[in-house]
């Protein structure tokens, strides 16, 4: 799962951000957080107490559950559970490590991960005897590979996945003449759109009422755009252009993890930013800053403003709850690699390089991935866990609330999936990219405009 602010994941520690960071803010951590303990809130006499911190509010139940159980079963060890948002969570976790004050284990996040690597701040979990037998094979394909360095040595344990799928209103889309089976199915190619394309066309209304597949369309005012837009996208693209380009069988790197030379100079990367920015020239897609952060794609599809957004499964409940809306799931169109390919991402536990109890933290963060803790998670939560157990109890219990989620669970049934570019240098590569993606999208710069950037981003490797 990635964060709750859906596609940026903002900057990376450097060394020198990590050792200057202000004295008021690492004094501050550990006062100012905010606070969940579970069952009791003090430990029993004798017990070690450990501090499991993570960001995802909507995580926390499922987390609070899990480690309840997991104190009755070790009661000579207690859990304190913080739960920060986003921003704080990343600021304070750096301001602990600056005052040598961190938490025990901790929700990790690949777009940090190898900078606190490269720093020494997280532990490596071989030779941690509670996790020997937490094999790869235990987890979705791929995961643990995510959370293994260069040379194997195991920094995290996977808690989690997401993927990509098509989300939007039932009642527009019958409104609309349609059917949930006409988004079953379709295809794209950056050449023409494919039906994918001819799809977001019938979708798109304009403010005279005219669809964008009719004579007389206005592309430059538009009430219905049929795709929805973030706020803004990066370097990775994960719930925007990345399916459409991974589909074309580009991939980010020359690696599948910890690769060297990214290729944004690709034929197949360039061609699909122009046909996915293009989408703004033909009035299907949103202009460069049509919505801001207070309009997501959720609210940009219950408004009306949208038909379809591509979003992560992180986000089913929330387009879920959107009052006045009846989800529908559709899958990611087949590219021309004959297939939808969604980008393949999950958090993991990791463990503090300063703590005292790294045996207790590692028992904790085993219990989380154990058949027990997963389908107590998987019941409650609002993403799929890392195991097969994990991810069969949240599909059932989406299938209970009349959710079919399938179109998220099928890439990697299927293994139709990317993985998400783990690499080094990431806080200076989304600098780099970023004006790139923000300038294609205001329709300034075209994709052979990528090259040059790309030509930057490769350097940082040497």
Known sequence: MTDPTPSTPGAGLSRRRLLQASATLAAGAAGTVALTSCGTSAAPAGATEIDYWLWDANQLPAYSAAIDRFMEQNPDVFVRITQLGWDDY???????????????????????YPEFLKLG???PLDGLAPLEDLTADRFQEGLQEL??????TRYGIPKDYDTIAVMYDRTMLEEEGLAPEDLEDLDWNPEDGGSFERMLARLTLDTNGVRGDEEGFDPTS????????????????????????LSTGWTFTDAETWGTRFAYDDERFVATMDWYFGLVDK???????TFGDSSPAQTQLQSGSAALATAGSWMISTFANMEGMELGIAPLPTGPAGSPISMFNGLGDSISAQSESKEEAARLIAF????????????????FPATDAGTEAAIESYAEAGLDVTPFTDRVANGETGLYPLVENSAAIETIMQA????????????????????RVNALFG
Not at 90 to 111: I, R
Not at 223 to 244: H, I, M, N
Not at 283 to 289: D, E, I, L, S, V
Not at 368 to 383: N, T, V, W
């Open 147 to 152: 959370w293994s360095a260069p040379d194997g």
């Open 222 to 245: 538009i009430a219905r755009y049929g795709l929805a837009a973030d706020a803004g996208t990066d370097y990775t693209g994960q719930t925007s252009w990345s399916p459409f380009a």
């Open 121 to 123: 701040v997280i532990a």
């Open 90 to 112: 990343w600021t304070k976790l750096t301001a602990s490590f600056v005052a040598e004050a961190g938490p025990d284990a901790f929700a990790d996040h690949l777009a940090r």
């Open 368 to 383: 989380l991935a154990s058949d027990e803790a997963q389908r107590i998670i998987g019941e409650r939560a609002p993403f």
């Open 283 to 289: 009035g299907f897609f949103p202009p460069f800053g």
């Open 436 to 455: 790139a993606f923000d300038q294609c999208w205001m329709r300034q710069l075209d994709g052979t405009g990528f090259v040059a950037y790309n030509d």
